[in-house]
């Protein structure tokens, strides 16, 4: 009886209605199915993270090569694990040319285009009345092996005034730094630019060197680790000179010397530095850092006569008293001279070029240059 009331119903039902009941119930179907999906997919537990890779909880620190740092040597330069190296000093350059306040020019040369081995020359101002023939310096900068450059205006500067006041010709050494190039590297680069420098002293293409240099009045010099390759490249590498001036230079080794510091911390600071810059081919006794440590290495000192120069202040003082001792010991038979500035500290020099203290400092060295016979 009811099939056939709806039956009935349904066809004597327009066919718009039937259309607009269709219509409706493929709605409802639609709007049921899409609550379910939503229920699915915004409902589901938390323990079951749509994303293969969560993001860590907020007092977790993701690990990232680019910023996680290998090695700080601040306030110098960081090593970050993806071999980023970010230098924190020393980066600033100026331009070669002509020094208005010396009188003094510079010029620019590549040694070696292949590793980028290069260095800045100066020249004197010149007497036109005649012809002159001075003594060339070969300088090594510092910045513990891995910041600074020629180019700097710290060295420009310095190596401006240097060559006024000494009337020298030099050569500033643009050596490979760590962390790039670990230590041997610079030694490497800076016996190329010795062997250049003679080169070009005798004949070849730079001119100042072989038309205003007198190759028989060589001197090495250099500050810091500057001081320590200069050493280096005469003691190791066989370099000639007759002189040799080390400024403030880097020496160290495992046991005190002199009233240098017992502090453990501080020491092991010390050694690990090297270390680094050598990616720990060499230790703190071996006769590159500490050649107190090794008598025998006087026996290759070729130069006759030796400029140590140290500050009151600075931490690697003993070490260059120490050096002057183990000279004169060794059966040397040249000339060592050594002088202090009181109430200073390491390379003073180059930051307070005009002070009263440097001015003097920078008189002495000039004499030595000039007058080491």
């Not at 090594?140 to 190596?159: K, M």
Request: some cysteine; proline content about 6%.
């Amino acid at each position: 009886m009811g099939k056939n009331k709806l039956s009935n119903l349904l066809s004597s039902t327009p066919l718009y209605a039937k259309l607009l009941i269709s219509a409706l119930l493929l709605a409802a179907l639609i709007l049921i199915l899409i609550t379910q999906l939503h229920h699915w997919h915004f409902g589901r537990s938390p323990a079951a993270p749509l994303s293969a890779h969560p993001a860590p909880p907020p007092h977790a620190t993701p690990y990232d090569p680019n910023t996680t740092i290998q090695f700080d040597f601040s306030p110098y330069v960081r090593l970050y694990k993806n071999g980023r190296v970010e230098r924190l000093s020393g980066t600033e350059i100026v331009s070669a040319g002509l020094d208005t306040a010396t009188g003094v020019k510079s010029k620019d040369v590549i040694i070696n285009s292949t590793t980028g081995l290069s260095a800045r020359v100066y020249l004197p101002k010149l007497n036109t009345s005649k012809e002159e023939k001075f003594p060339i310096l070969l300088y090594f900068h510092g910045g513990a092996f891995v910041i600074e450059s020629p180019f700097s205006p710290t060295y420009h500067d310095y190596l401006n005034v240097l060559v006024s006041k000494a009337r020298v010709v030099a050569v500033s050494v643009n050596y490979r730094r760590a962390p790039e190039y670990w230590l041997p590297v610079a030694y490497r680069d800076s016996f190329k630019a010795y062997k250049w420098t003679v080169r070009n002293s005798k004949s070849g293409s730079e001119k100042w060197l072989y038309k205003y240099g007198d190759l028989n009045r060589l001197f090495l010099a250099g500050d810091s680790a500057g001081g320590n390759i200069a050493h280096n490249i005469m003691t190791m590498y066989g370099a000639k000179a007759k002189g040799l001036a080390l400024l403030n230079p880097y020496f160290w080794g495992k046991k005190p010397v002199g009233m240098e510091t017992t502090d453990p911390k501080e020491r092991r600071k010390l050694e690990v530095t090297w270390e680094f810059v050598c990616n720990n081919r060499y230790s703190i006794d071996h006769p590159l850092v500490n050649p107190m440590g090794s008598p025998s290495v006087w026996k290759r000192l070729s130069s006759q006569h030796v400029l140590m120069t140290l500050s009151e202040l600075d931490e690697f003082k003993e070490r260059g008293k120490a050096y002057v001792e183990g000279l004169k010991k060794s059966g040397w038979k040249g000339e060592a001279k050594m002088y202090e500035t009181k109430g200073e500290g390491h390379v003073y020099f180059l930051y307070q070029l005009k002070s009263e203290k440097a001015v003097k400092e920078m008189a002495f060295v000039a004499s030595f240059l000039n007058n080491s016979s």
